[in-house]
């Protein structure tokens, strides 16, 4: 008799993208933005646009739209949230393993460019060179 056992993997994406994915809590236009910009990853397609409103040095608000993989979208709506409220120097200092331990995810190799995009155009935003 041949023993056979089911390899039990872990999910693909966490509760937490799944979540942030279906129901993005800064999805949507920012009107009066006084910093955008938007970037795409080429080898995947996904297309992200940030939008901010910045007053004396503080990120009053943000927001963000996109075409993106459920990762990236994750991913954009947790850098608009975690970027409200800190000063542009701060905001330009959010690193990915700020965005991971909120994400709850082991995001492999191939997919950071998903998490990372938004933290680009983030910067691009705040007129960060990269």
């Not at 991971?100 to 680009?120: F, G, N």
Request: aromatic residues 2%.
């Amino acid at each position: 008799m041949t023993e056979t056992r089911a390899t039990v993997r872990p999910a693909l994406y966490s509760d937490v993208i799944r979540d942030r994915w279906r129901h993005p809590r800064r999805r949507g236009e920012l009107p009066g933005a006084t910093a955008v910009a938007e970037d795409v990853n080429p080898l995947c397609g996904d297309r992200v646009r940030v939008m901010l409103h910045v007053g004396d040095g503080r990120i009053t608000a943000a927001r963000f739209l996109g075409d993106s993989c459920a990762i990236c979208t994750a991913s954009a709506d947790v850098v608009a949230e975690l970027v409200e409220g800190r000063r542009g120097a701060e905001a330009t200092a959010l690193g990915v393993a700020e965005v991971l331990d909120v994400l709850q995810a082991d995001i492999r190799p191939t997919r950071m460019r998903c998490v990372t995009l938004p933290l680009t155009v983030l910067g691009a935003a705040l007129g960060v060179k990269s």
